[in-house]
């Protein structure tokens, strides 16, 4: 049992440059959602899919675009990317059941130069 | 939206010696109060939670405790450890997904 598996690990940008990071989970979870990690900013919530079809913008979504491609898979597309991207990015999974915690990914560091 | 903060951001306590970190939340309407420990360089992982339907929860040397009326919550360690020592996050839960909204984090050094 996987849990929830980002690909890639790291990955060095240039400005304007494209690129798509990938969030699958075997846990067959309805919720998926995408956030980054900033120093001294906690987690910021970038999207999210509440159930397989489905997306919804969260706190940060400016610069980003997703797609859930099936109930596993719920990708992070950086159309053109900027210095201010360089961050850390979780991806994390929920059950549907009521009041249940996420599962997060073991994430992906992002630099943009 | 929700807004959730953490205080301290950094606590450094002395082995054996207890640590508390305090949240508070704006949305009186969330419902679900998770606690996060995250080791350097680690994903951030479940370590206790509370619902809105319960004042305090343990678990071994944990416990969370939940003020519904003035909005705020709370994680205790007893008898620190240094493998205690990390980043903790509060969280709160609102919306029907359930998205998360997090705390700033807490530094917790637990000196040998």
């Known amino acids: 049992n996987a849990g929830v598996t980002q690909t890639p690990k790291f990955q060095v940008l240039k400005t304007g440059q494209s690129m798509t990071l990938q969030c699958a989970q075997d846990?067959?979870?309805?919720?998926m959602y995408w956030y980054r990690q900033d120093p001294g900013m906690g987690l910021r919530l970038i999207y999210y899919?509440?159930?397989?079809?489905?997306?919804d913008k969260g706190e940060v979504p400016n610069g980003y675009n997703v797609s859930r491609l099936n109930k596993r898979e719920f990708s992070l597309r950086l159309e053109s990317a900027a210095p201010s991207q360089t961050s850390v990015y979780f991806c994390?999974?929920?059950?549907?059941?009521?009041?249940?915690?996420?599962?997060f990914g073991s994430g992906t560091r992002l630099t943009v130069v | 939206g929700e807004n959730v903060e953490q205080h301290p951001s950094t606590l450094s306590v002395q082995e054996g010696d207890s640590a508390v970190i305090k949240c508070t939340y704006s949305?009186?309407?969330?419902?679900?109060f998770p606690w996060y420990k995250q080791e350097l360089g680690k994903r951030p992982q479940l370590i206790i939670d509370?619902?809105?339907?319960?004042g305090e929860k343990k678990d071994q040397r944990i416990a969370v405790t939940l003020n519904k009326t003035a909005k705020h919550f709370s994680l205790h360690i007893t008898e620190t450890q240094p493998e205690d020592s990390a980043v903790y996050f509060c969280?709160?839960?609102?919306?029907?997904?359930?998205?998360?909204?997090f705390g700033s984090g807490t530094q917790l050094t637990v000196l040998p």
């Open positions: 994390a999974s929920r059950s549907g059941q009521e009041l249940y915690g996420y599962t």
């Open positions: 846990m067959n979870h309805n919720s």
């Open positions: 899919s509440a159930s397989e079809g489905t997306t």
């Open positions: 949305d009186s309407a969330s419902n679900y």
């Open positions: 509370i619902r809105s339907n319960v």
């Open positions: 969280a709160a839960s609102i919306g029907s997904a359930r998205q998360l909204t």
